[in-house]
Every structure is written in C-alpha cells, then in structure tokens.
C-alpha cells in the first residue's frame, strides 16, 4: 500500500517497510540529536523511509509527578532542527484541538494518541493543517470501528492518513496484539503501522509507572512484517533505564541496527511470496 507524500521522506521505492523511530519523549537536544544521528545512519544504509519520532509532551501521565515534558515550544523547536539537520520528517503527538496549529508549524505528521482517537474535535483540527495525521488505535476499539475516525479526518478534506495498531487491552494490567486487525485496517485504504514497543506496554502497574516487555520486541516485530504491515514504530534511547518516560519498553539503541537488518530480510521474503 502506498505511503502518504511525507516531504522529505526518503527511499520510498525501496520496498522496505515505512519506520517511525525515536525516543519516547524530547528530554534534550544533545539525546534527540545522538539517536537522530543513529537512526538516520542505519536507514540510510539499509533504504528504509524513516520518520523521526519524539513527543514534545507526554499528556497521558499515570502520576501528578510523572515527567511531561522541558517546555512545549523548547521541545517542538528541537524537533524541528532534528528535521532541518537530517532533512528527514518528524511526528510529534498532539492531546488537545489547540494544539494542532502549533504543532503543525513544526511537525511534518500529526499523530492522535490511541486514547483520544474517538475525540472528534481532535481529529479535525489536526485534518484541517494538511498534516498527515497518523490516528492510533484504541486499545479498547476494534480495528473495524477505527472507519470512523478515518472518516472524520477524510470528511475535514484531508486523505492523507496512517493507521497505527498498538495493541489491545487484554485484563487490567496488559496489552494483545490481534494482527488480524492489520489487513481488516488496510481495507479502509490505509497503511497500517505497527507499534511494536507500546503493544508491549504493562499499564497501570501498582507503582504508577508503566512496565513493559522489550525482551519481546523482536518477536512482534517479525510477526508484524510476516502478515504485511506497512511500518513499524518504535521507540528507541541509548540508555532505557535512565530514559524519563517509557523506559520500561523501549528498545536500547545499540540494539536497533541489528533487529532492522532482520526485518528488511524477512520483508524481502515477504515481498517474494505475496499471499
């Protein structure tokens, strides 16, 4: 399925998969600079069409003193010199229709956070920029009901749009992915993005910070690109541990070269044995 024109978007003829990549969160210029750095490397060695990935605010917070963020416009600006320096696209999530113009100034794809996917007035305002808007999916909505907000974004003039699955609530405290959800998304004439480092999410841990599986990022990643997913998103930092948002399921950064190398290999495979 054909990507969006994303300007700035390279190696689209390449036949690999599409990857979103990048920290969890914009801690600081010199840390989204090292892993722009990284990850524009890798991709340009393997041809692989890549967005650079940072949140200038994590909104959805399980604690009143969970890290939100150094400063919406000291953030964006950041993302935007990432873009200019590695002349690559960026995208950011946005959690309120005020926010979207802002956004938009520096951003090249807007993305709606999986659990406001159903706020309407969320998905116009980030349609009416222009924008790609890359629209997650609930994790409490079936991937049929995600027409929808397809619809609204397409019916605000606006067809340029990505899927992101990332799992699916399964009991209180964790995530499945249903990858029959990817197919059933393309058939809204779609591209359907995986992300493989939130589906491994463990919400709602009882010290109100959010646990995770990387040891199992590999394992939904293949099985992402297996059943033809279009992209990938993941997010990455040289030192999880330390990372002030999402650590508990990010991929270490050293770790990243070695896992696309597989994924280009068996999207090859893929491509040569089309279902």
Partial sequence: MMIPRIDKL???GSGNFLLMAGPCAIEGEAMAMEIAASIAAITDRLQIPWIFKGSYRKANRSRLDSFSGIGDEKALEILRKVGERFEVPVVT???????AALAARYADVLQIPAFLCRQTDLLVAA???????????????SPGAMKYAVGKVRDSGNDRILLTE?????????????????????ALDCPVVLDITHSLQQPNQ?????????????TIARAGIAVGADGIFIET??????AKSD?????????????????????????????
């Fill in 10 to 12: 390279r190696h689209t």
């Fill in 93 to 99: 999530d946005i959690h309120a229709a005020g926010e």
């Fill in 127 to 141: 349609a009416v920029t222009g924008k790609v808007v890359n629209i997650k999916k609930g994790q409490f909505l």
């Fill in 166 to 186: 990332r799992g699916t609530m399964f009991g209180y405290q964790d995530l499945v992915v249903d990858y029959r959800g990817i197919p059933e998304m393309q």
């Fill in 206 to 218: 009882a010290g109100g910070v959010t646990g995770g599986q990387p040891r199992l990022i590999e």
């Fill in 237 to 242: 930092h040289p030192d999880p541990a330390s």
């Fill in 247 to 275: 650590g508990a399921n990010m991929l270490p950064l050293a770790l990243l070269e070695g896992l696309l190398e597989k994924l280009v290999l068996l999207r090859q495979t893929i491509l040569a044995f089309p279902a």
